[in-house]
Protein backbone atom coordinates (compact mmCIF):
# COMPACT_ATOMS: atom_id res chain seq x y z
CA UNK A 1 0.00 0.00 0.00
CA UNK A 2 0.87 3.84 -0.62
CA UNK A 3 0.78 4.53 2.87
CA UNK A 4 0.22 2.07 6.16
CA UNK A 5 -3.37 0.50 6.24
CA UNK A 6 -4.37 1.73 9.77
CA UNK A 7 -3.28 5.31 8.44
CA UNK A 8 -5.14 5.69 5.59
CA UNK A 9 -8.19 3.79 7.64
CA UNK A 10 -8.31 6.24 10.09
CA UNK A 11 -8.21 9.49 8.19
CA UNK A 12 -11.23 7.68 6.10
CA UNK A 13 -13.20 6.86 9.10
CA UNK A 14 -12.75 10.46 10.70
CA UNK A 15 -14.29 12.06 7.26
CA UNK A 16 -16.94 9.11 6.95
CA UNK A 17 -18.04 9.73 10.52
CA UNK A 18 -18.54 13.72 9.90
CA UNK A 19 -20.20 13.39 6.79
CA UNK A 20 -22.90 11.36 8.32
CA UNK A 21 -23.44 13.74 11.19
CA UNK A 22 -23.36 16.31 8.57
CA UNK A 23 -20.65 18.67 10.97
CA UNK A 24 -20.00 21.82 8.71
CA UNK A 25 -16.25 22.27 9.91
CA UNK A 26 -14.23 19.55 11.27
CA UNK A 27 -10.45 19.54 11.89
CA UNK A 28 -8.41 17.15 9.29
CA UNK A 29 -4.49 18.36 10.52
CA UNK A 30 -3.56 20.02 13.58
CA UNK A 31 -0.65 22.43 13.32
CA UNK A 32 0.92 22.44 16.67
CA UNK A 33 3.66 24.76 17.32
CA UNK A 34 4.95 24.76 20.94
CA UNK A 35 7.51 27.34 19.86
CA UNK A 36 8.63 29.89 17.75
CA UNK A 37 12.17 29.43 18.79
CA UNK A 38 14.58 28.45 15.81
CA UNK A 39 18.10 27.62 15.15
CA UNK A 40 17.61 28.81 11.50
CA UNK A 41 16.67 32.23 9.86
CA UNK A 42 15.22 30.30 6.62
CA UNK A 43 14.77 32.38 3.85
CA UNK A 44 10.88 32.96 3.10
CA UNK A 45 9.86 31.96 6.96
CA UNK A 46 7.74 35.09 8.20
CA UNK A 47 7.63 33.54 11.73
CA UNK A 48 10.56 34.82 12.67
CA UNK A 49 9.07 38.26 12.00
CA UNK A 50 5.23 38.13 12.75
CA UNK A 51 6.40 36.35 16.45
CA UNK A 52 9.53 38.20 17.05
CA UNK A 53 8.13 39.61 20.38
CA UNK A 54 7.42 35.78 21.68
CA UNK A 55 10.70 34.02 20.61
CA UNK A 56 11.51 32.61 23.73
CA UNK A 57 7.65 31.85 24.94
CA UNK A 58 6.27 28.08 25.09
CA UNK A 59 3.19 26.66 25.44
CA UNK A 60 3.05 24.35 28.51
CA UNK A 61 2.78 20.21 27.94
CA UNK A 62 -0.66 20.11 28.84
CA UNK A 63 -2.09 22.78 26.86
CA UNK A 64 -0.52 21.93 23.94
CA UNK A 65 -2.14 18.11 24.62
CA UNK A 66 -5.66 20.08 25.68
CA UNK A 67 -5.54 21.42 21.85
CA UNK A 68 -5.22 18.22 20.54
CA UNK A 69 -8.24 17.14 22.57
CA UNK A 70 -10.13 20.09 22.01
CA UNK A 71 -10.01 19.95 17.83
CA UNK A 72 -9.57 16.26 17.56
CA UNK A 73 -7.99 15.85 14.27
CA UNK A 74 -6.81 12.53 13.47
CA UNK A 75 -3.59 14.11 12.67
CA UNK A 76 -1.03 16.52 13.85
CA UNK A 77 1.77 18.15 13.05
CA UNK A 78 4.22 19.68 15.48
CA UNK A 79 5.82 22.42 13.70
CA UNK A 80 7.20 25.98 14.76
CA UNK A 81 10.34 26.93 14.55
CA UNK A 82 12.48 23.89 15.21
CA UNK A 83 10.13 21.44 17.72
CA UNK A 84 13.12 19.50 18.57
CA UNK A 85 14.61 22.32 20.49
CA UNK A 86 10.64 22.31 22.72
CA UNK A 87 12.18 20.75 25.99
CA UNK A 88 9.14 18.35 26.65
CA UNK A 89 9.11 17.24 22.95
CA UNK A 90 9.57 13.33 24.00
CA UNK A 91 6.53 13.74 26.41
CA UNK A 92 4.85 15.83 23.61
CA UNK A 93 5.29 12.86 20.97
CA UNK A 94 4.42 10.31 23.80
CA UNK A 95 0.96 12.17 24.91
CA UNK A 96 -0.33 12.75 21.59
CA UNK A 97 0.68 9.14 20.61
CA UNK A 98 -1.34 7.86 23.67
CA UNK A 99 -4.45 9.91 22.27
CA UNK A 100 -3.99 8.00 19.28
CA UNK A 101 -2.85 10.44 16.73
CA UNK A 102 -1.40 10.61 13.60
CA UNK A 103 1.85 12.42 14.12
CA UNK A 104 4.07 14.60 11.76
CA UNK A 105 7.23 15.80 13.80
CA UNK A 106 8.38 19.14 11.32
CA UNK A 107 11.92 19.43 11.85
CA UNK A 108 14.87 21.15 9.76
CA UNK A 109 16.56 17.87 10.99
CA UNK A 110 19.96 19.75 12.97
CA UNK A 111 19.16 17.79 16.21
CA UNK A 112 17.42 14.47 14.77
CA UNK A 113 19.80 12.16 15.14
CA UNK A 114 20.86 13.36 18.67
CA UNK A 115 17.51 12.48 19.56
CA UNK A 116 18.15 8.99 17.84
CA UNK A 117 20.76 8.74 19.77
CA UNK A 118 18.85 9.22 22.97
CA UNK A 119 16.86 6.62 22.15
CA UNK A 120 19.46 3.63 21.52
CA UNK A 121 20.98 4.70 24.97
CA UNK A 122 17.56 4.16 26.83
CA UNK A 123 17.07 0.58 24.63
CA UNK A 124 20.40 -0.59 24.24
CA UNK A 125 21.41 -4.00 24.34
CA UNK A 126 23.67 -6.47 22.54
CA UNK A 127 20.85 -7.17 19.82
CA UNK A 128 21.69 -3.52 19.38
CA UNK A 129 24.71 -4.28 17.75
CA UNK A 130 23.90 -5.00 14.43
CA UNK A 131 22.28 -1.43 13.46
CA UNK A 132 24.93 -0.04 15.66
CA UNK A 133 27.74 -1.45 13.01
CA UNK A 134 25.75 0.20 10.43
CA UNK A 135 25.48 3.37 11.79
CA UNK A 136 29.38 3.40 12.43
CA UNK A 137 30.33 1.85 9.15
CA UNK A 138 28.17 4.76 7.57
CA UNK A 139 29.63 7.52 9.58
CA UNK A 140 26.33 8.24 11.21
CA UNK A 141 27.33 7.93 14.57
CA UNK A 142 31.27 8.59 15.93
CA UNK A 143 33.09 6.21 18.32
CA UNK A 144 32.24 8.04 21.00
CA UNK A 145 29.13 7.99 20.06
CA UNK A 146 28.96 4.03 20.24
CA UNK A 147 31.02 3.75 23.32
CA UNK A 148 28.58 6.15 25.03
CA UNK A 149 25.24 4.63 24.25
CA UNK A 150 27.06 1.13 25.49
CA UNK A 151 27.55 2.77 28.78
CA UNK A 152 24.05 4.05 29.05
CA UNK A 153 23.33 4.48 33.01
CA UNK A 154 19.99 4.02 34.50
CA UNK A 155 18.89 7.66 34.08
CA UNK A 156 18.91 7.28 30.54
CA UNK A 157 17.49 4.04 30.15
CA UNK A 158 14.32 5.69 32.04
CA UNK A 159 14.37 8.84 29.95
CA UNK A 160 11.33 9.41 27.36
CA UNK A 161 12.63 9.25 24.16
CA UNK A 162 11.39 9.05 20.61
CA UNK A 163 10.85 5.88 19.42
CA UNK A 164 10.29 4.64 16.33
CA UNK A 165 6.00 4.28 15.53
CA UNK A 166 3.91 3.45 12.32
CA UNK A 167 1.88 6.27 13.86
CA UNK A 168 4.83 8.72 14.02
CA UNK A 169 6.60 10.46 10.78
CA UNK A 170 10.46 12.26 10.90
CA UNK A 171 8.63 15.21 8.19
CA UNK A 172 12.10 17.04 7.12
CA UNK A 173 12.78 20.19 5.45
CA UNK A 174 14.52 19.82 2.08
CA UNK A 175 13.38 22.52 -0.70
CA UNK A 176 16.05 21.21 -3.16
CA UNK A 177 19.83 19.85 -3.50
CA UNK A 178 21.98 20.63 -1.58
CA UNK A 179 23.28 24.24 -2.94
CA UNK A 180 19.51 24.88 -2.92
CA UNK A 181 19.03 24.39 0.26
CA UNK A 182 21.47 25.47 2.23
CA UNK A 183 21.31 28.53 0.46
CA UNK A 184 17.45 28.75 1.47
CA UNK A 185 18.16 27.82 5.01
CA UNK A 186 20.75 30.35 4.79
CA UNK A 187 23.52 27.98 6.74
CA UNK A 188 26.07 25.38 5.24
CA UNK A 189 26.24 21.97 5.63
CA UNK A 190 22.57 21.40 6.65
CA UNK A 191 21.42 19.52 3.52
CA UNK A 192 24.34 16.94 4.95
CA UNK A 193 23.10 16.22 8.11
CA UNK A 194 19.25 16.10 7.31
CA UNK A 195 20.20 13.25 4.65
CA UNK A 196 22.74 11.70 7.41
CA UNK A 197 19.60 12.15 9.66
CA UNK A 198 17.18 10.38 7.22
CA UNK A 199 19.81 7.47 7.11
CA UNK A 200 20.41 7.00 10.62
CA UNK A 201 16.50 7.03 11.13
CA UNK A 202 15.64 4.37 8.60
CA UNK A 203 17.96 1.76 9.61
CA UNK A 204 16.85 2.61 13.03
CA UNK A 205 13.10 1.56 12.05
CA UNK A 206 11.69 5.15 12.00
CA UNK A 207 9.21 6.51 9.06
CA UNK A 208 10.59 9.41 7.24
CA UNK A 209 8.74 12.06 5.15
CA UNK A 210 9.69 15.13 3.63
CA UNK A 211 8.26 18.89 3.32
CA UNK A 212 9.74 20.85 0.49
CA UNK A 213 7.99 24.45 -0.02
CA UNK A 214 8.76 25.64 -4.08
CA UNK A 215 9.68 29.10 -4.50
CA UNK A 216 10.15 31.34 -8.31
CA UNK A 217 14.00 30.19 -9.13
CA UNK A 218 13.19 26.85 -7.91
CA UNK A 219 14.18 23.95 -10.95
CA UNK A 220 11.73 21.68 -11.02
CA UNK A 221 14.31 19.26 -12.45
CA UNK A 222 16.31 19.67 -9.32
CA UNK A 223 13.37 18.77 -7.19
CA UNK A 224 12.32 16.01 -9.58
CA UNK A 225 16.31 14.71 -9.23
CA UNK A 226 15.59 15.20 -5.23
CA UNK A 227 12.72 13.12 -4.48
CA UNK A 228 14.35 10.28 -6.88
CA UNK A 229 17.44 10.49 -4.34
CA UNK A 230 15.00 10.36 -0.87
CA UNK A 231 13.25 7.56 -2.89
CA UNK A 232 16.26 5.88 -2.88
CA UNK A 233 17.28 6.06 0.68
CA UNK A 234 13.41 4.41 0.87
CA UNK A 235 12.37 7.84 2.40
CA UNK A 236 8.45 7.11 2.68
CA UNK A 237 6.33 9.96 1.66
CA UNK A 238 6.88 14.09 0.60
CA UNK A 239 4.88 16.89 1.04
CA UNK A 240 5.46 20.02 -1.89
CA UNK A 241 3.71 23.11 -1.52
CA UNK A 242 4.31 26.32 -3.71
CA UNK A 243 5.72 29.46 -1.87
CA UNK A 244 3.46 31.99 -1.39
CA UNK A 245 3.66 35.62 -0.46
CA UNK A 246 1.99 36.03 2.84
CA UNK A 247 2.18 39.21 5.05
CA UNK A 248 4.70 37.99 7.61
CA UNK A 249 7.11 36.41 4.91
CA UNK A 250 7.35 39.65 2.58
CA UNK A 251 8.14 41.73 5.50
CA UNK A 252 11.00 39.46 6.44
CA UNK A 253 11.79 39.47 2.96
CA UNK A 254 11.77 43.39 2.72
CA UNK A 255 13.17 44.19 5.36
CA UNK A 256 16.08 41.45 6.80
CA UNK A 257 17.47 40.19 3.43
CA UNK A 258 16.33 43.83 1.62
CA UNK A 259 14.67 41.49 -1.31
CA UNK A 260 11.80 42.34 -3.35
CA UNK A 261 9.29 39.57 -2.49
CA UNK A 262 7.81 39.19 -6.22
CA UNK A 263 11.59 37.90 -7.27
CA UNK A 264 10.82 34.68 -4.49
CA UNK A 265 7.55 33.90 -4.21
CA UNK A 266 5.22 32.16 -6.81
CA UNK A 267 1.97 34.19 -8.68
CA UNK A 268 -0.88 31.57 -9.36
CA UNK A 269 -0.06 30.83 -13.21
CA UNK A 270 4.08 30.48 -12.08
CA UNK A 271 2.59 27.63 -9.51
CA UNK A 272 0.29 26.10 -12.60
CA UNK A 273 3.39 25.77 -14.61
CA UNK A 274 5.86 24.73 -12.30
CA UNK A 275 3.88 21.98 -11.00
CA UNK A 276 2.92 20.92 -14.44
CA UNK A 277 4.51 17.53 -13.62
CA UNK A 278 3.14 16.73 -10.36
CA UNK A 279 0.66 14.53 -11.29
CA UNK A 280 3.21 12.15 -12.96
CA UNK A 281 4.97 12.39 -9.58
CA UNK A 282 2.50 11.44 -7.96
CA UNK A 283 2.46 7.99 -9.58
CA UNK A 284 6.15 7.58 -9.33
CA UNK A 285 6.71 8.64 -5.65
CA UNK A 286 4.52 8.93 -2.31
CA UNK A 287 3.43 12.18 -2.71
CA UNK A 288 1.28 13.24 0.18
CA UNK A 289 -2.03 14.62 -0.80
CA UNK A 290 -4.59 13.85 -2.58
CA UNK A 291 -4.62 13.54 -6.16
CA UNK A 292 -7.26 16.19 -6.44
CA UNK A 293 -5.36 18.72 -4.84
CA UNK A 294 -2.12 17.52 -7.35
CA UNK A 295 -4.74 18.10 -10.54
CA UNK A 296 -5.62 21.93 -8.54
CA UNK A 297 -1.46 22.64 -8.94
CA UNK A 298 -1.55 21.56 -12.05
CA UNK A 299 -3.93 24.05 -13.07
CA UNK A 300 -6.59 21.34 -14.55
CA UNK A 301 -9.35 22.30 -11.98
CA UNK A 302 -10.29 24.90 -8.87
CA UNK A 303 -10.84 24.54 -5.46
CA UNK A 304 -12.52 26.33 -2.44
CA UNK A 305 -9.98 27.02 0.23
CA UNK A 306 -10.81 25.14 3.18
CA UNK A 307 -8.37 26.63 5.63
CA UNK A 308 -10.29 25.82 8.88
CA UNK A 309 -10.00 22.13 8.37
CA UNK A 310 -6.13 22.42 8.90
CA UNK A 311 -6.11 24.99 12.29
CA UNK A 312 -3.20 26.19 13.96
CA UNK A 313 -2.40 26.81 17.54
CA UNK A 314 0.47 28.57 19.19
CA UNK A 315 1.70 30.71 21.98
CA UNK A 316 -0.66 33.16 21.14
CA UNK A 317 -3.91 30.42 21.14
CA UNK A 318 -6.01 29.64 17.88
CA UNK A 319 -4.47 31.21 15.13
CA UNK A 320 -7.29 32.13 12.10
CA UNK A 321 -8.03 32.54 9.43
CA UNK A 322 -4.79 29.58 8.25
CA UNK A 323 -1.43 29.27 9.01
CA UNK A 324 -0.13 31.78 7.13
CA UNK A 325 -2.49 34.71 7.47
CA UNK A 326 -3.48 36.49 10.97
CA UNK A 327 -6.15 38.22 11.53
CA UNK A 328 -6.63 37.36 15.22
CA UNK A 329 -5.75 34.76 17.76
CA UNK A 330 -8.70 32.57 19.52
CA UNK A 331 -8.89 31.27 23.24
CA UNK A 332 -10.89 28.25 21.69
CA UNK A 333 -11.21 26.38 18.55
CA UNK A 334 -15.10 26.31 18.48
CA UNK A 335 -14.81 30.15 19.16
CA UNK A 336 -12.50 30.24 16.16
CA UNK A 337 -14.50 28.33 13.79
CA UNK A 338 -17.90 30.44 14.64
CA UNK A 339 -16.31 34.26 15.00
CA UNK A 340 -14.21 33.96 11.61
CA UNK A 341 -15.91 34.88 8.71
CA UNK A 342 -14.92 32.47 6.86
CA UNK A 343 -16.57 33.42 3.67
CA UNK A 344 -14.38 36.71 3.25
CA UNK A 345 -11.33 34.36 2.57
CA UNK A 346 -9.80 31.95 -0.68
CA UNK A 347 -10.22 32.25 -4.17
CA UNK A 348 -13.25 31.59 -5.65
CA UNK A 349 -14.02 30.89 -9.86
CA UNK A 350 -11.01 32.64 -10.07
CA UNK A 351 -11.88 35.93 -7.87
CA UNK A 352 -9.60 36.64 -4.71
CA UNK A 353 -12.21 37.13 -1.88
CA UNK A 354 -9.18 38.43 0.36
CA UNK A 355 -6.55 40.02 -1.87
CA UNK A 356 -3.92 38.77 0.28
CA UNK A 357 -5.51 35.19 -1.05
CA UNK A 358 -4.94 35.43 -4.75
CA UNK A 359 -1.79 33.61 -5.26
CA UNK A 360 -1.86 31.23 -2.71
CA UNK A 361 -2.74 27.54 -3.60
CA UNK A 362 -0.92 26.51 -0.37
CA UNK A 363 -1.41 22.73 1.11
CA UNK A 364 -2.76 23.97 4.40
CA UNK A 365 -5.66 25.34 2.83
CA UNK A 366 -6.21 23.13 -0.56
CA UNK A 367 -5.27 20.17 0.02
CA UNK A 368 -8.36 18.94 2.86
CA UNK A 369 -10.54 20.67 -0.02
CA UNK A 370 -9.89 17.53 -2.25
CA UNK A 371 -10.48 15.14 0.35
CA UNK A 372 -13.68 16.65 1.60
CA UNK A 373 -15.39 16.90 -1.19
CA UNK A 374 -15.44 20.41 -1.99
CA UNK A 375 -16.07 21.52 -6.02
CA UNK A 376 -16.73 17.79 -6.20
CA UNK A 377 -16.32 16.10 -9.52
CA UNK A 378 -17.99 13.00 -10.51
CA UNK A 379 -14.86 9.70 -9.83
CA UNK A 380 -13.11 12.23 -7.06
CA UNK A 381 -13.89 9.60 -3.95
CA UNK A 382 -12.77 6.82 -6.34
CA UNK A 383 -9.33 8.50 -7.38
CA UNK A 384 -8.71 9.53 -3.42
CA UNK A 385 -9.38 5.94 -2.38
CA UNK A 386 -7.28 3.81 -5.32
CA UNK A 387 -4.42 6.79 -4.61
CA UNK A 388 -5.09 6.53 -0.72
CA UNK A 389 -4.91 2.88 -0.84
CA UNK A 390 -3.25 1.57 -3.76
CA UNK A 391 0.48 0.28 -4.34
CA UNK A 392 3.44 1.93 -3.25
CA UNK A 393 6.19 3.27 -6.12
CA UNK A 394 9.13 1.25 -6.11
CA UNK A 395 12.36 3.02 -4.96
CA UNK A 396 14.30 5.02 -7.03
CA UNK A 397 17.29 2.83 -7.79
CA UNK A 398 20.53 4.84 -6.51
CA UNK A 399 23.28 6.08 -8.77
CA UNK A 400 26.62 7.60 -8.36
CA UNK A 401 25.81 10.17 -11.04
CA UNK A 402 22.52 11.29 -9.56
CA UNK A 403 24.70 11.21 -5.89
CA UNK A 404 27.27 13.49 -7.46
CA UNK A 405 24.30 16.19 -9.15
CA UNK A 406 22.53 15.87 -5.65
CA UNK A 407 25.58 16.97 -3.65
CA UNK A 408 26.30 20.29 -5.59
CA UNK A 409 26.84 22.49 -2.76
CA UNK A 410 29.33 22.81 -0.03
CA UNK A 411 30.50 19.55 -0.71
CA UNK A 412 32.62 20.33 -3.66
CA UNK A 413 33.33 23.92 -2.23
CA UNK A 414 30.38 26.15 -3.34
CA UNK A 415 28.91 26.71 0.03
CA UNK A 416 27.74 29.93 1.43
CA UNK A 417 31.34 31.27 2.51
CA UNK A 418 32.75 29.96 -0.63
CA UNK A 419 33.64 33.93 -2.02
CA UNK A 420 35.05 34.96 1.13
CA UNK A 421 37.37 32.06 1.36
CA UNK A 422 38.21 32.37 -2.16
CA UNK A 423 39.59 35.97 -1.43
CA UNK A 424 41.95 34.24 1.18
CA UNK A 425 42.77 31.48 -0.79
CA UNK A 426 42.43 32.20 -4.47
CA UNK A 427 44.05 29.58 -5.82
CA UNK A 428 40.75 27.15 -4.92
CA UNK A 429 38.99 28.63 -7.49
CA UNK A 430 35.35 28.58 -5.18
CA UNK A 431 32.47 30.58 -6.23
CA UNK A 432 30.04 32.62 -4.23
CA UNK A 433 26.96 31.13 -3.23
CA UNK A 434 24.71 32.97 -5.27
CA UNK A 435 26.99 31.48 -8.22
CA UNK A 436 25.55 29.89 -11.35
CA UNK A 437 26.62 29.69 -14.99
CA UNK A 438 29.34 32.00 -14.04
CA UNK A 439 26.90 34.90 -12.78
CA UNK A 440 28.52 36.51 -9.72
CA UNK A 441 25.78 38.70 -7.98
CA UNK A 442 26.08 39.12 -4.20
CA UNK A 443 27.91 37.27 -1.87
CA UNK A 444 26.00 35.62 1.52
CA UNK A 445 28.09 36.36 4.56
CA UNK A 446 25.59 34.87 7.41
CA UNK A 447 27.27 32.74 9.86
CA UNK A 448 25.78 30.96 12.57
CA UNK A 449 22.50 31.84 11.98
CA UNK A 450 19.37 32.07 13.91
CA UNK A 451 22.25 33.30 16.56
CA UNK A 452 24.16 36.91 16.92
CA UNK A 453 27.73 35.35 16.19
CA UNK A 454 28.84 37.16 13.91
CA UNK A 455 32.71 36.87 14.51
CA UNK A 456 33.47 34.36 11.56
CA UNK A 457 31.54 36.46 9.21
CA UNK A 458 33.58 39.69 9.89
CA UNK A 459 36.55 38.28 9.79
CA UNK A 460 35.87 36.87 6.54
CA UNK A 461 34.49 40.25 5.19
CA UNK A 462 37.63 42.09 6.60
CA UNK A 463 40.05 39.56 4.85
CA UNK A 464 37.72 40.18 1.26
CA UNK A 465 38.24 43.85 1.92
CA UNK A 466 42.23 44.07 2.74
CA UNK A 467 42.10 41.55 -0.56
CA UNK A 468 40.48 44.00 -2.42
CA UNK A 469 42.53 47.34 -1.65
CA UNK A 470 45.63 45.36 -2.24
CA UNK A 471 44.48 44.11 -5.94
CA UNK A 472 43.75 48.02 -6.27
CA UNK A 473 46.67 49.47 -5.39
CA UNK A 474 49.56 50.90 -8.18
CA UNK A 475 52.65 48.92 -8.56
Same mark, same amino acid.
Given at each position: MRFPFALSAKIAGHIIKHKLRQTPKF???????????????????????????? @???????????????????????????????????????????????? @??????????????????????????????????????????????????????????????????????????????????????????????????????????????????????????????? @???????????????????????????????????????????????????????????????????????????CTAWAIPTYNVKGWKAPCYLMTDGHYGGYQEMLTKVAWEKYGVVNGVARDSRCENCMVHCGYDPSGALGTNYQRGDNWKNFKYNFGAKPKPFPFSPELEKRVYNGVSIGKGHLAEAKAAINPAAGAKGAFSRNGDEPEPHVGSHCGTNETTERDELLAKIKDAKNIEARPE
Open positions: AMVLQLEPLHTCNLTCTGCGRIREYSTS @LKDMVPLEKCLAAAMECDAPMVSICGGEPLIYPKIEELIDGLLQQGRV @LYVCTNGMFMRRKMKDYLAAIYSPEVEPKMKRLLDQKLISDKDAEAIRKSDEAARKKTVIRPSTWMYWNVHLDGLEFTHDLIVEREGVFKECVEAIKMAKILGYQVATNTTVYKEADMQEIEDMFKF @LSSLDVDGHTISPGYDYDAAKKDMVKRLGKDPKEFFLTRDMTRKKFAKIMDWGKAFTIFGTPVYQEFLAGKRELT
